[in-house]
T-cell receptor, first 110, second 112 residues
Framework: GESVGLHLPTLSVQEGDNSIINCAYSNSASDYFIWYKQESGKGPQFIIDIRSNMDKRQGQRVTVLLNKTVKHLSLQIAATQPGDSAVYFCAEYNFNKFYFGSGTKLNVKP | EAQVTQNPRYLITVTGKKLTVTCSQNMNHEYMSWYRQDPGLGLRQIYYSMNVEVTDKGDVPEGYKVSRKEKRNFPLILESPSPNQTSLYFC???????????FGPGTRLTVL
């Protein structure tokens, strides 16, 4: 099966700082990547996605970087807010299937 | 409101008693999928459906069945539940592939 992993299971940041959540993927043939946010008791919520023909994509306060050479994905959150506290998952798409990482818990300290 | 709904949200049952978890989406999405979420393992895909009457196995299909008779509905069937199927289940849909998936609120299943 696929292996989508995260370097850190928990990340604590100060409110207002930038957050960076990392993800490693194993299949170089994967062509679509997504970041999800999951708050306690809720289903995953789409944050941002990127296709394999891109290196960077920006949204509102979020940026996803894709490094295909080392099969690495990162999510950057600018000016982290208390409402950003959640578990963040990366996912990769390959041949009609999605593979998710185990998640990183982001704690935002006031 | 565009959404994915699941029922029931919580279910406690006993080993061997057949159950069905329903999933419905109102976005005319073609792709639907079921996942289970377990601590430390993230979400793992159980089954997916590309369209009506087209279903295929994900990573962990053992012990589960699905059907897609209508575009909007994608029920998950456990013919003979076992305790190792105790988990949090999510249904998701997307317009096409590859595309953003929209997730339901989850169904917490406990099999005693």
């Amino acid at each position: 099966g696929e292996s989508v992993g995260l370097h850190l299971p928990t990340l604590s940041v100060q409110e207002g700082d930038n957050s960076i959540i990392n993800c490693a993927y194993s299949n170089s043939a994967s062509d679509y990547f997504i970041w999800y946010k999951q708050e306690s008791g809720k289903g995953p919520q789409f944050i941002i996605d990127i296709r394999s023909n891109m290196d960077k994509r920006q949204g509102q306060r979020v940026t996803v970087l894709l490094n295909k050479t080392v099969k690495h994905l990162s999510l950057q959150i600018a000016a982290t807010q208390p409402g950003d506290s959640a578990v963040y998952f990366c996912a990769e798409y390959n041949f009609n299937k999605f593979y998710f990482g185990s998640g990183t818990k982001l704690n935002v300290k006031p | 409101e565009a959404q994915v709904t699941q029922n029931p949200r919580y279910l406690i049952t006993v080993t061997g008693k057949k159950l069905t978890v329903t999933c419905s989406q109102n976005m005319n999405h073609e792709y639907m999928s079921w996942y289970r979420q377990d601590p430390g393992l993230g979400l793992r895909q159980i089954y997916y459906s590309m369209n009506v009457e087209v279903t295929d196995k994900g990573d962990v299909p053992e012990g589960y069945k699905v059907s897609r008779k209508e575009k909007r509905n994608f029920p998950l069937i456990l013919e003979s539940p076992s305790p190792n199927q105790t988990s949090l289940y999510f249904c998701a849909s997307s317009l096409s592939l590859p595309d953003t998936q929209y997730f339901g609120p989850g169904t917490r299943l406990t099999v005693l």
